[in-house]
């Protein structure tokens, strides 16, 4: 399969990545930054680099695929956090209908079936809904929980002040996911064509 991913060399698009292209698949790998061209081409993928929001930019990287694998970058500027992932999920959902593709796996969040009441993922519930008018396209939503990964952006405050500065209740437990493992969903979802026009998992 001729395989599309955004997400550039993320904590799970780059072990994605790497499990696709051992599978024998021809992948191509979204990235903002030209910095990670020669490390994508050295997984055996395809760079393609430029904005998520730039829809004839995404119509190029996406076409001939087979399949894509999108999810927006969670840190997309400032005060307007909400409306700039929207603009993304806008471009992804743009590019996908115009570029004929048909199998789509997205990286959704545990709460994004909320309209309100979540924060940053009122964002991912938008690009959800977009995503739902969509026609002719089968379409899984990866909603995940919490990636053990995470707490890397504790490590300053645990540096400083011996501490993970965040708000986790000692009432409630959190399922922790590894990213590398969770890539074999996606790549499982990917490959998979029989499936809901429309689905949700949770893993």
């Keep these: ?19 696709l292209v051992a599978s024998g698949h021809e992948v191509t790998v ?11 081409k050295a997984l055996g993928a395809k760079p393609a680099i430029g904005s998520v929001s730039d829809v004839l930019f995404l119509e190029k990287a996406f076409a001939g695929a087979d399949a894509v694998y ?3 970058p969670p840190n997309m500027g400032g005060s307007n956090i909400l ?3 929207t603009e993304a999920g806008n471009a992804f959902a743009k590019a996908i209908k115009n570029s004929g593709i048909k199998r789509v796996v997205m990286l959704s969040s545990i709460g994004a079936d909320l309209p309100n009441g979540t924060g940053p993922i009122a964002g991912i519930y938008n690009i959800e809904k977009i ?3 969509l026609e002719n396209t089968s379409i899984t939503f990866l909603r995940a929980g919490f ?18 500065g965040a708000n986790y209740s000692a009432r409630n437990c959190s399922s922790l996911r590894a990213s ?18 429309k689905c949700s998992l949770y893993c």
């Design 70 to 72: 999108v999810m927006t």
């Design 147 to 164: 990636f053990y990964t995470n707490f890397y952006h504790d490590v300053p405050i645990i540096k400083g002040a011996g501490i993970i």
């Design 131 to 133: 995503y739902e008018t």
């Design 1 to 19: 399969m001729k395989i599309t991913i955004s997400g550039s060399l993320g904590n799970v698009s780059k072990p994605l990545a790497k499990k």
């Design 30 to 40: 979204i990235s903002s930054s030209s910095d990670r061209s020669e490390a994508i």
């Design 180 to 197: 590398g493992r969770y890539c074999d969903c996606r790549c499982r979802r990917i490959r998979k064509n029989r499936i809901r026009n």
């Design 83 to 85: 409306a700039n992932m």
